[in-house]
């Protein structure tokens, strides 16, 4: 099946897209990596969204997700590894395929920077995706960082298939995480990965305590940098380019949300994803109507 609309985050953009694509008939999939912006989530209480006064985030998001649902979006628990522009686009998702005529592109705000050695020797023992990539470390030594307890069952597989599992990630972070440790993990709350090292393929890394050995390096962010999900899309200040109605550099591939830049508010994100719906219709009608 090939999809009208293919949705990358399931934040408020990605939701407001779902919705208004849905009530204009597409057929929409939509791919979310965690729980629908745990930021969000965590706000207690937001007093600028137009009707709704002090409603918490966890609430506002509820009724974001339970209205794209009602409305038949298909929602998927998955992370998305890379988007390929096509007609039809090809978006990898583990092992899995699915493709779409148009796709948005609703992440989030990029956190950070990459870590220095991280795009050099990525494919080359540096990975996104403990799915994909795994069990070419069979046996060996790999660290992984996390910044959300979503991927922590990618922490679980890494064990299962790994020599030794030396997972980073920060202390808030680490308070989330369950207090039995699988066998072969060890935790190193607050420890930073500061550089990733190695000539042909990763042999170390340094961190803020000291350096390690290891063979591989995952890197399971909830957010991945956009370039490094989309070769080719123009990017300024780690925001992905986007004109009035949300359309990148690339023909069918549309984005909206924080992941686009400043103001990062809920009330601009849903009128960008409402915006690169609407984008994403006109573009399919103009190549149906080319056809």
């Not at 694509?21 to 629908?36: D, K, M």
Request: proline residues 4%; negative net charge; aromatic residues 6%.
């Amino acid at each position: 099946m090939i999809y009208d609309l293919a949705i990358v985050g399931g934040g408020p953009a990605g939701l407001s897209a779902a919705i208004t694509a849905r009530l204009r008939g597409q057929q929409v999939i939509l791919f979310e990596g965690g729980n629908h912006s745990e930021k969000l989530r965590q706000a207690w209480r937001i007093d600028n969204y137009p009707g709704l006064p002090e409603i918490s985030g966890e609430e506002l998001m509820n009724r974001f997700l339970a209205q794209a649902k009602s409305l038949g979006a298909e929602i998927v628990y998955k992370k998305v590894q890379n988007v390929f522009p096509g007609e039809p686009a090809t978006l990898m998702i583990g092992d899995d395929v699915v493709q779409a005529k148009a796709v948005i592109l609703a992440t989030g705000a990029v956190i950070g920077q990459a870590i220095p050695g991280e795009d050099r020797l990525l494919g080359r023992g540096v990975s996104y995706c403990a799915t994909c990539d795994g069990n070419f470390f069979a046996g060996k030594r790999v660290a992984v960082y996390i910044d959300t307890v979503a991927e922590w069952d990618d922490v679980e597989f890494l064990a299962a298939v790994a020599s030794s599992v030396d997972v980073f990630c920060r202390a808030d972070v680490a308070e989330t995480l369950p207090s039995a440790l699988p066998e072969k993990v060890t935790l190193h709350d607050g420890v930073k990965i500061l550089e990733i090292l190695g000539d042909s393929s990763v042999s170390e890394i340094n961190t803020s305590q000291g350096t390690f050995s290891v063979d591989g390096v995952f890197l399971l962010r909830a957010v991945l940098p956009p370039t490094h999900v989309v070769d080719g899309l123009t990017v300024e200040d780690n925001h992905i380019k986007v004109d009035s109605w949300g359309a990148t550099n690339l023909p069918g591939i549309f984005s909206a949300g924080d992941v686009t830049g400043n103001p990062l508010q809920i009330a601009k994100a849903v009128g960008d994803g409402q915006t690169a719906a609407l984008a994403a219709v006109a573009y399919n009608s103009s190549k149906k109507a080319a056809r």
